[in-house]
């Protein structure tokens, strides 16, 4: 293979793991974007909850306007952020290294955010999204169970 074609191929699978960036909430005229930057499938669930761990880098910015142009935003600094993408137990990692699990199904105005960011890390190439919950739906998943695990086994763990 020519040393440019084969450039090309490494970079491309990195390419397809970037979103646009895009709208996650607007509330009391305050309006949070994200930047998906970066996209890795970092480990796997288990037999009785399956899925994958996923690590995403996001850069975040705030408007006044859902309508702001990505290049009008001034973009934070990138930072880490893990999701379990998973039909049975949808997670993302807390700050204290815990778990918590989502219900992706059931709307709640305080995980509106938070099912937006999943919705993305696990489906990149997810189009608009408007309604996070209905998204959800449309993607097959269902309600599920919510709570709080110390850590990525106890996740996993039946």
Do not use: N
């Not at 450039?7 to 974007?33: K, S, T, W």
């Not at 990138?78 to 990692?93: D, E, L, N, W």
């Amino acid at each position: 293979m020519k040393p440019f074609l084969l450039a090309g191929a490494l970079v491309l699978p990195a390419a397809l793991a970037q979103a646009e960036p895009y709208l996650a909430r607007c509330q009391m005229g305050e309006c949070i974007h994200y930047d998906q930057t970066s996209r890795q499938v970092v480990g796997q669930g288990s037999a009785a909850v399956p899925g994958d761990l996923v690590l995403v880098t996001l850069r975040q910015a705030v408007s006044g306007d859902p309508d702001t142009p990505a290049g009008g935003l001034d973009w934070g600094e990138p930072s880490p952020v893990q999701v379990f993408c998973s039909g049975t137990r949808p997670a993302f990692m807390a700050g204290d290294a815990s778990y918590t699990a989502l219900d992706l199904f059931t709307p709640a105005g305080a995980t509106t955010l938070i099912t937006t960011m999943y919705l993305r890390a696990c489906h990149p190439d997810l189009g608009p999204i408007g309604d996070p919950f209905a998204a959800a739906a449309r993607l097959g998943y269902r309600a599920t169970e919510t709570g709080s695990f110390p850590d990525f086994a106890a996740l996993i763990r039946r």
